[in-house]
């Protein structure tokens, strides 16, 4: 089992640390993980990205290829990734922020999350990744709600913030809770 | 269970646990981490870091820094390890120990901020001028990396020459788990300079150059014998060998694994020392493979070259030598594949 996920937004939404935490969370539960950014010039324009991969045994290249998922928090991001991603893959959206048409690959999943709503409500903006990432977790079907949650506040905890676990899960959850 | 740490961090935080006494640098991307980390990191731990006026002048801190038995690191990419050759080639003829991570970008003069395998022979070749070649190591995965800067500095210090860690800029912005090793207590060297004059140390204006390129001849070959490191898979009975390193290396494994599980007979090596050249890797090789195949991220090819010139050492001179070369980045997979094919049925002309 090979997992390959590509996580886009622009730079500041947090799409670099949702995909670290996803890796994280991959090792949290025993497997490999790969996590690699797109680097360098294509960071100046305001868009990030980045891939991760994660599997039982080891993980040849950690390149993106053809997603499994693509977690997308802006229209660029959507427009130029639902090219590359797998037939039967998910695109995840932000629904709040995606609002172009959407239905442009029959052969593919496209899942919107009202995540900028959802992050108002609990009043916790900077969030918005960690709703996004409940939602994706879910949808692949790879690791439960609380083993990701575990792995997640594992991580914070080992930099040194854990003031953020509460809020964090209750992001988390309500993303899990979304789809 | 190790942590995810991005290749630049951890192989700064191994040589700071491999006993690294001394850093200078100048940052450059894609190698900067290993400059920022080491910033706050070597005086936390107790060590030097200098981030000097430029490549060549950090290049002859660290020469110093040597010179009075100091473990030392510099690191850089693409032109500016170029920048640094005239320290490099001064500090092999002083017969200096020195660690040098090359984070490769891709391209000539300024190149592009993307991962490259452009510099593979200036590395090997040994950059400067003069006639001597530094020990090249290049790692595939974070935790390789780590281990490789660990053996980096010992290897450095046995054979009083300069080891390279080449890596490319997509290893060094990845992440991935890795652990490390434990500290390393490292005295400072007993044959360095000691303002005693203990150790008196012959001018180069003066010494004789016959006798030291004889001494220096027979450690080559000590290095050579000694030195090789690679990994092989499927080489017995391959029809075709792909031979690469760092993330294509990982990447040719990846197809090589693939194509075994459909029974088709690929074989890959994966170099890890690319000076010396792991020529012993060849004994394994079939003896009625079709051809070899590098696997690079370069516009033409390079190691390609070095495949050819032991192919025939080792008796495979008639072996057709093909090499797959791919635009800055990470080579995908599927356009690696798409190559292969070619030159499996014959559209592709190849290189030796």
């Not at chain 1, 496209?110 to 900028?116: E, I, L, S």
């Not at chain 2, 900067?32 to 870091?49: D, L, N, T």
């Not at chain 2, 002048?57 to 500016?80: C, H, K, N, P, W």
Request: with cysteine.
């Amino acid at each position: 089992m090979l997992k390959e996920v590509v996580f886009a937004g622009f730079g500041g939404q947090g799409v670099l640390t949702a995909g670290l935490i996803l890796s994280q969370v991959a090792l949290f539960s025993g497997k490999k993980a790969t996590w690699m950014p797109e680097y360098g010039a294509a960071m100046r324009g305001g868009t990030a990205n980045c891939t991760v991969k994660y599997s039982d045994g080891r993980i040849f290249s950690p390149g993106q290829e053809a997603p499994d998922a693509i977690m997308a928090l802006n229209i660029p991001s959507f427009n130029r990734f639902i090219k590359i991603l797998k037939p039967g893959g998910i695109m995840l959206i932000d629904s709040d922020i995606v609002t172009c048409d959407t239905n442009v690959r029959d052969d593919v999943k496209v899942v919107g999350v009202p995540a900028t709503t959802i992050v108002n409500e609990l009043n916790n903006p900077r969030g918005l990744n960690i709703v996004m990432l409940g939602a994706l977790v879910k949808l692949m079907g790879d690791y439960s709600e609380q083993e990701a949650i575990d792995g997640m506040n594992d991580m914070f905890s080992k930099k040194g913030k854990n003031a953020f676990e509460a809020a964090n899960t209750e992001a988390f959850k309500r993303g899990y809770a979304s789809v | 269970m190790g942590d995810m740490v991005k290749g630049n961090i951890a192989m700064a935080e191994a040589a700071i646990r491999a006993g690294m006494h001394m850093y200078a640098g100048y940052p450059i991307t894609p190698s900067s981490e290993i400059m920022e980390y080491m910033s706050w990191r070597a005086q936390e731990a107790g060590r030097q870091y200098i981030q000097a006026e430029s490549e060549l002048g950090a290049m002859y801190m660290v020469y110093g820094a040597a010179s009075v038995g100091s473990r030392v690191l510099t690191a850089s990419s693409g032109l500016g390890i170029s920048l640094k050759q005239e320290g490099v080639s001064y500090m092999q003829a002083a017969d200096y120990p020195c660690v040098m991570i090359s984070v490769c970008r891709y391209g000539d003069g300024l190149g592009s901020l993307q991962s490259g395998q452009t510099d593979y022979l200036r590395e090997t070749r040994g950059g400067g001028n003069g006639d001597y070649r530094n020990i090249v190591l290049s790692p595939s995965s974070v935790q390789e990396a780590v281990d490789l800067v660990y053996l980096a500095f010992d290897l450095s210090e046995k054979y009083r020459n300069i080891v390279v860690i080449l890596t490319e800029g997509a290893l060094g912005q990845m992440m991935e788990d890795c652990e490390y090793p434990d500290y390393k207590e490292v005295p400072f060297y007993d044959w360095a300079f000691d303002g005693k004059h203990t150790n008196p140390q012959p001018s180069q204006m003066t010494m004789d150059l016959y006798e030291r390129a004889q001494r220096r001849n027979a450690l080559r070959a000590e290095i050579t014998e000694n030195e090789q490191r690679w990994e092989a898979v499927g080489v017995e009975d391959a029809e075709y060998v792909f031979f690469a390193y760092g993330i294509p290396g990982r990447i040719a494994l990846g197809i090589v694994d693939d194509a075994r599980k459909r029974g088709e007979k690929l074989g890959v090596v994966r170099a890890i020392s690319l000076w010396p050249f792991p020529q012993k890797a060849f004994d394994a090789i079939n003896k009625d493979v079709k051809g070899f195949v590098t696997i690079e991220t370069a516009d033409d090819g390079q190691m390609v070259e070095d495949v050819a010139l032991f192919a025939k050492k080792k008796g495979f001179g008639d072996v057709p030598c093909y090499t797959i070369t791919s635009p800055p980045g990470v080579p995908k997979t599927v356009d690696v594949l798409k190559k292969f094919e070619a030159i499996k049925a014959g559209e592709v002309k190849e290189v030796f």
